[in-house]
């Protein structure tokens, strides 16, 4: 017996997957050569699961704003801005990011995921309620478990039952916070923000939105969920990342709360890990420039999404609710989905493998990310190689694809 | 021996309102599950009724629905057994839950 021994059965499961020639969490790539293609095992391998909304990572622009920085600054800052102080760039990103979405406030984090830690811990405490979708990222399900509020599960995308459970409250002393995501990680679903919105001012909550996903990928200038929906004077606070649609890593909040500046002297997460490099600052601040300048990004990626999902859903695969860049195909078990996944990459297509408990309803997924750096052609070699696959494994008859018209 | 707990535990005054919830409890159990499922009070619920973390999930839901209540996640977290997820449940009704 080992001091892990007990996590022994989270083993027996990913062994389950080798047993079939399937390793999902040691997929090492030789090199990576552009927003959208890697070498894998000697192979060309298109890149469809990797969150890299924009294609932004090898974007020339970012790329020299970061060697610039790096070169006057240094590789690190090596400690947090508490300690070691605030760099111009740190707080240039942050009024940036503020400017973007026209609030009062920004404060940058070292990740997303610390910046959930942060801020649901720090926004709710002892006597507040917090109030989670059911099928939140795990970084919310974690920032909850950091803070001293009551926490509360609603189902998923269900206004009504949120309305219900903040009945249930009523009476009760303490805040109540309200946590969606813009777009779900898993599905590719969005929140029904509008109908969250009314609940958030009938029940005097405040909310929350998550846009990791939705940042540059939804709404007229790229905002995300709030600004599609047409919610966002209603939305109290923002939380996005910057390693997925700006292409470097990072995270955010934005408000207008007037007092917002207390989170820097009481929000850990913030105070006790070492603030951004100076040249992640510098990419992401020309990243989010190029985000605003080029909206043709947007369209580009609608574009290739909405191919993909209505490829896939016309072959008869089982997608999600409704064509976003993430599209995941369900399958009907664990062990078809580690087979599938490692014959589209044997195929030259990279995508992710979903499986329970990481999946809303213990679904096995396969997950594609869009970029808008993709072309028409790499979608539809994708959409190939998913056809070629499908048939392989009797997902698909010979001759759906022709029928479909999909190709 | 389980069975002989259960009674202990109704004779030490568990009482009626306990018997019914339990009842109840099993009536959601075997909608959620499925099948038809035997507990007593402690019946562990993950270990003996094979329930998954999103399992236990759901079957918590249907409990608040049923009960028109909501179960705290870190109270999720202490039920274990039959007997815990009585208690909560009554303590939540009664408004006695901290």
């Known amino acids: ?407 | 021996m389980r069975q002989n707990h259960q009674l202990a535990l109704v004779e030490n005054g568990g009482g009626g309102g306990d018997r019914v919830v339990r009842d109840e409890i099993a009536a959601i159990f075997e909608q959620v599950l499925g099948r038809p499922v035997s507990i007593t009070d402690d019946t562990d619920i993950v270990e003996d009724l094979g329930m998954d973390s999103l399992g236990v999930m759901n079957f918590v839901m249907a409990i608040e629905d049923h009960y028109d209540l909501s179960i705290p996640l870190d109270r999720v977290a202490q039920i274990q057994t039959v007997a815990d997820l009585i208690r909560a449940v009554q303590d939540l009704r009664s408004g006695t839950a901290v």
């Open chain 1, 1 to 407: 017996m080992t001091i892990l021994a007990k996590h022994a059965a989270y083993r027996h499961a990913y062994d389950a997957f080798l047993a079939h020639g399937v390793d999902p969490l040691n997929v090492r790539f030789d090199g990576v050569l552009s927003p959208t293609e890697g070498v894998l095992n000697g192979q060309r391998t298109i890149l469809l699961g990797t969150n890299n909304y924009l294609g932004l990572t090898f974007d020339e622009d970012c790329i020299a704003k970061a060697v610039e920085a790096t070169r006057a600054q240094g590789t690190g800052t090596t400690g947090s801005r508490v300690a070691n102080g605030t760099y111009g760039g740190h707080a240039r990103l942050e009024r940036e990011v503020a400017d973007f979405y026209g609030r009062q406030h920004a404060m940058v984090f070292s990740t997303g995921y610390q910046a959930n830690l942060g801020v649901l811990s720090t926004l709710v405490g002892r006597g507040d309620h917090l109030m989670l979708d059911a099928d939140s990222h795990a970084s919310i399900y974690d920032g909850s478990r950091l803070g001293m509020a009551e926490v509360i599960r609603f189902r998923h995308n269900n206004p009504d039952d949120l309305y219900k459970r903040l009945k249930r409250l009523e009476g009760m002393p303490g805040d109540r916070l309200i946590v969606v995501e813009g777009i779900y990680s898993m599905l590719g679903d969005t929140a029904p923000l509008k109908e969250f919105a009314a609940v958030k001012r009938e029940t005097g909550a405040y909310l929350l939105v998550d846009e990791a996903h939705s940042l540059g990928v939804l709404g007229e200038t790229g905002r995300g969920l709030a600004e599609a929906a047409g919610v966002e004077a209603d939305v109290d606070f923002i939380v996005g990342t910057f390693s997925k649609s700006l292409g470097s890593v990072g995270g955010f909040c934005v408000s207008d709360s007037p007092d917002f500046d207390l989170m820097r002297i009481v929000c850990r997460p913030y105070m006790f890990t070492a603030s951004l490099p100076p040249g992640v600052v510098a990419s992401t601040i020309e990243a989010l420039l190029k985000l605003r300048a080029m909206p043709e990004l947007r369209h580009d990626l609608m574009r290739n999404a909405t191919r993909l999902y209505d490829g896939l859903s016309a072959m008869g695969f089982q997608t999600g609710p409704e064509a976003n860049p993430i599209v995941a195909v369900t399958m009907p078990d664990q062990k078809t989905a580690g087979v599938f996944w490692k014959m589209l990459l044997d195929s030259g297509l990279y995508i992710n493998l979903a499986v329970p408990p990481a999946t809303p309803s213990n679904a096995s997924l396969l997950r594609s990310s869009v970029s808008a750096a993709h072309s028409i052609a790499q979608i539809d070699e994708a959409l190939e190689i998913f056809a070629e696959v499908g048939r392989k494994l009797g997902f698909l008859p010979s001759d759906r694809r022709r029928v479909a018209g999909a190709l």
